[in-house]
């Protein structure tokens, strides 16, 4: 077993894989990252031939870990990079039970961070992604934690997984090529490839930041915004959220206070100029 | 690690919990998750200066266990009030028994189904009340469904529908068709009401039930789990006077000595139980099989030993019916599954 150790944020893990090569490559997506607190990994992630044979004839990873989903399909092993990301959030998904789990994208500025919930496909990787080359920290790309006595963001910041066009679109503006990962072609979300956030966001990822906006984007749109009313706000973030219900009477707290004191809204956009434009303009709005 | 004896070292004795390296924790934290002994383990080391990211780890655990108990006691009045209004009052089983009684084995136990135990003449009455409350079953198989109604010892599982939570009906402990026969009606004659409209068995019919559960219906997956809930009832039923007498009468009349001797002999092995001689008996060569199977497990949390797991898995089956009717079940499931797989 090839093993890698790492910490995101509050969570080490520890990932393992029966071939070298994922490893090799998740090594390098992660290069300068820090290893677990004290030396103690205490989440994870594998992946494994899901028959004995897959290991050598038509290789296939399947997704394992300590929490873990029946019946998931297993992959291609050119795509083993995608199983260990997955059976990392995984981990995250069905395990976190401290933070309260949003599933958004976030950033910060100044101290206060801006939280881009939505389903995939509604730009918000893209989004924080470009804002995190515009001078915003990358706090998170898939899972927000929010700490529930204080509702601070904690970073986890983890690759941000570009899809299709989006990849192109940050080669463009990202120099460093050593930030990205391979390009994965042929996945079941189509054309896929990491990029590491800026070195900024790695070295700062215990400095939790207070959410001050909430911005639902929906790609693909002419731009126009409107308001979020606070019942569709707590249903959305809910819906949302994988461990709002075993969390139990706190989180339910935590959620009211967010709807009750953090302002949100919903906004469409054509293309990434036009959506960072209107981003930039609600932020000054409240003064962001 | 290459097996799950640290985890039962650190459950059994946290203290030995405290000598552990950093990848030695994040092992023991992987092998607790696969057994789902993680909440049990938290519990255990709740109070000692474990390092800092093992700590939070099992105060996640422990949150997680809470839940579940909240989540099994409100399924538990659930079943109550279905089953109370067709004058039924079930006998809680496993996890359900301990929660609501709040004995030991409960502590940081992660718990999914409701589990019960009804008379069987009643089986159609608290059928149509649980389909009534909202339950429908899980497998509409009809083969699944007639082997269950015709040989087993519960009704098919039924799911409710916006719960999702499962409840599994019970009329005796092991399948019909399976060698040993306990006395389902000594079981139900012998159970403690605990609450109005809702009873558990008696400690030692508990102890006998925990031992059958894991010796003598199944392929002993989930095994150390059921070990670690007889060492906690032990630990408490053993105080009381005449326990262990009781346990051995009950034992001889469910026809279930051997399981039960066989299940104190493994609890003191692996969790040191004390346990009285005369019914565990002397150590036995085989029951280094059963240990060697209990604890196949490795530091990466994957199941090992395939080939003991194998074996204990053909001899769940030939212990559960008799060798023709387990060749016409084992046919019957083959074809389904090259039913299923050809429609791809």
């Known amino acids: 077993m090839y093993r890698f150790e790492v910490r995101i944020g509050h969570a080490g893990f520890r990932v393992g894989s029966p071939w070298r090569r994922p490893i090799d490559t998740l090594r390098r997506l992660y290069a300068g990252y820090p290893t677990p607190e004290e030396g103690i990994a205490t989440l994870t992630a594998r992946i494994a031939p899901p028959k004995p044979w897959r290991r050598w004839l038509r290789p296939q990873a399947a997704i394992a870990g300590d929490h873990c989903l029946p019946d998931m399909v297993p992959m291609a092993l050119r795509h083993a990079l995608l199983a260990l990301e997955m059976a990392m959030n995984m981990q995250v998904a069905l395990g976190e039970r401290r933070y309260l789990l949003i599933h958004a994208a976030a950033v910060e500025r100044g101290g206060k961070a801006l939280i881009l919930p939505g389903e995939s496909g509604s730009g918000k990787s893209t989004l924080a992604a470009l804002l995190g080359e515009a001078g915003w920290r990358v706090l998170a790309d898939e899972f927000v934690l929010i700490d529930l006595a204080t509702l601070c963001v904690l970073p986890f910041p983890r690759p941000i997984s570009l899809k299709n066009d989006a990849i192109a679109e940050m080669q463009a503006c990202v120099a460093d090529e050593s930030r990205f990962g391979p390009v994965l072609t042929g996945t079941p979300k189509g054309a896929l490839r990491h990029l590491r956030p800026q070195a900024d966001a790695i070295a700062r990822m215990n400095e939790s930041a207070m959410p001050a906006l909430i911005l639902f984007p929906a790609f693909g749109f002419p731009s126009d915004s409107a308001g979020v009313s606070r019942s569709e706000l707590f249903a959305r973030l809910t819906e949302g959220s994988t461990n709002y219900i075993a969390l139990g009477q706190r989180a339910f707290e935590a959620m009211l206070r967010i709807v009750d004191t953090i302002p949100a809204a919903r906004f469409a956009y054509p293309d990434s100029a036009a959506g960072l434009a209107i981003v930039e303009q609600f932020c000054i709005e409240i003064g962001l | ?344």
């Open chain 2, 1 to 344: 690690m290459k097996h799950a004896l640290p985890l039962a070292h650190a459950l059994a004795d946290p203290i030995s919990a405290l000598s552990l390296g950093p990848g030695q924790w994040t092992e023991l934290l992987a092998i607790a998750r696969a057994e789902r002994l993680d909440g049990s383990l938290a519990y255990r080391l709740a109070d000692l200066p474990i390092p800092g990211p093992a700590a939070q780890a099992l105060d996640g655990a422990r949150a997680q266990a809470e839940f579940d108990r909240t989540r099994l006691l409100w399924e538990v009045e659930m079943a109550r009030r279905a089953l109370n209004a067709v004058d039924i009052a079930p006998i809680l089983l496993k996890g359900s028994a301990f929660a609501f009684a709040g004995l030991p084995a409960a502590v940081g136990r992660s718990a999914g189904d409701l589990d019960i135990l009804i008379a069987h003449d009643r089986l159609d009455a608290a059928e149509a009340a649980l389909l009534d409350a909202g339950f429908e079953w899980a497998t509409s198989d009809s083969y699944d469904q007639s082997y269950y109604r015709r040989w087993m010892h519960e009704l098919p599982p039924l799911i409710h529908k916006d719960r999702g939570t499962m409840i599994d009906v019970h009329h005796s402990i092991v399948p019909l068709t399976a060698r040993r026969t306990p006395d389902a009606g000594a079981l139900i004659a012998a159970s403690i009401d605990i609450a109005p409209g809702l009873a558990i068995l008696s400690p030692a019919d508990m102890i006998v039930h925990a031992a059958c559960h894991l010796l003598a219906d199944g392929d002993l997956s989930g095994g150390l789990r059921n070990l670690w809930d007889i060492d906690r009832l032990l630990r408490l039923f053993a105080a009381a006077p005449n326990f262990w007498r009781t346990l051995s009468e009950r034992a001889a009349l469910h026809h279930m000595r051997e399981p039960v001797a066989r299940a104190l002999r493994l609890a003191e092995r692996l969790f040191a139980t004390p346990v009285e001689l005369r019914l565990a008996g002397h150590d036995r060569m085989v029951d280094s099989l059963y240990s060697r199977r209990l604890l196949a497990r490795d530091g990466w949390g994957r199941p090992t030993r395939p080939l003991s797991r194998l074996a204990f898995y053909a001899r769940s089956h030939w212990i559960r019916m008799p060798p023709t009717m387990l060749a016409r079940h084992l046919w019957t499931k083959a074809r389904r599954k090259r039913m299923s797989l050809s429609r791809y």
